[in-house]
């Protein structure tokens, strides 16, 4: 059974940092796409940043270019995202999702809040 397990939301001040992490079981993943959403109260699902696992190659939404960072640690099998210089605008339910193009599957996790006070 795979599962995604997303943690380290939390509230934090702007400005401030946070490190989500999203733990991956069931299968193995060197052929999938990691990659992170959110969706924000009355607001559509966004993408925020991607990586091929096997290539390590990094995708970011230009809203958190240059702010946020996606990276694994294989031994582990979990993704993380860093987040750095948070902005009220970056308050949501942060979600991780694994994507095997060729076969058309798609595992989410349940989701972590982020809360960004002002």
Do not use: H
Not at 75 to 98: F, G, H, S, W
């Amino acid at each position: 059974q795979v599962r995604l397990v997303e943690s380290g939301g939390g509230t934090v001040q702007a400005g401030g940092s946070l490190r989500l992490s999203c733990a991956a079981s069931g299968r193995t993943f060197s052929d999938y796409n990691m990659g992170w959403f959110r969706q924000a109260p009355g607001k559509e699902r966004e993408f925020v940043a991607a990586m091929k696992w096997s290539l390590g190659t990094t995708y970011y939404a230009d809203s958190v270019k240059g702010r946020f960072t996606i990276s694994r640690d294989n031994a582990k099998n979990t993704v993380y995202l860093q987040m750095n210089n948070l902005k009220p605008e970056d308050t949501a339910i942060y979600y991780c999702r694994a994507d095997r193009s060729i076969t058309f599957t798609t595992y989410w996790g349940q989701g972590t809040q982020v809360t960004v006070s002002s």
